[in-house]
């Protein structure tokens, strides 16, 4: 299965088309839109000891990817108008959100905007999930300084 998606990603590769800039802009902007919209729904679903830095998690993972690419190219090769259009905006909406969340998961995991998304899932949540029975405590780093200041002004 590896090696047919490795190969099918080559062929979404090779099939984008970056002359449209508008397109590309839309699908970055619709990338933007779902990210935001994946944190109200983890907040809905997630139990309410879950601690930030897992929901942070949780709000980043939402990469799309062959399955969409399989759709959009669907309308092209059918001949509907606009089938170019839907496969440029879907190629690029499957490119920002693979960007966006390698650059995002970098970021939580160096704890560097874990203050954003505490301002949505409030600051009584803990940040790491405490150890489990028998297993030693997981070291917590120190708060960037914007995490300090955002702590500061909430008291």
Not at 123 to 135: F, I, K, N, T
Request: charged share 10%; net charge positive.
């Amino acid at each position: 299965m590896f090696l047919l998606r490795t190969f099918f990603f080559v062929y979404v590769g090779i099939s984008i088309v970056l002359d449209n800039w508008y397109l590309l802009a839309l699908g970055a902007g619709l990338t933007g839109l779902l990210f935001l919209a994946r944190i109200p729904v983890v907040l809905a679903t997630a139990a309410r000891q879950t601690p930030q830095f897992d929901m942070a998690f949780m709000s980043i993972m939402i990469p799309k990817g062959l399955g969409a690419a399989v759709l959009a190219t669907l309308p092209a090769q059918r001949g509907v108008p606009g089938g170019a259009t839907i496969q440029t905006i879907t190629f690029a909406v499957i490119m920002a959100t693979t960007l966006f969340s390698t650059g995002l998961f970098f970021l939580v995991e160096k704890r560097r905007i874990l203050g954003f998304y505490a301002l949505f899932f409030g600051r009584d949540r803990p940040l790491v999930a405490p150890p489990l029975p028998g297993q030693p405590h997981r070291k917590i780093e120190a708060p960037t300084r914007a995490q300090a200041a955002l702590a500061n002004t909430a008291t």
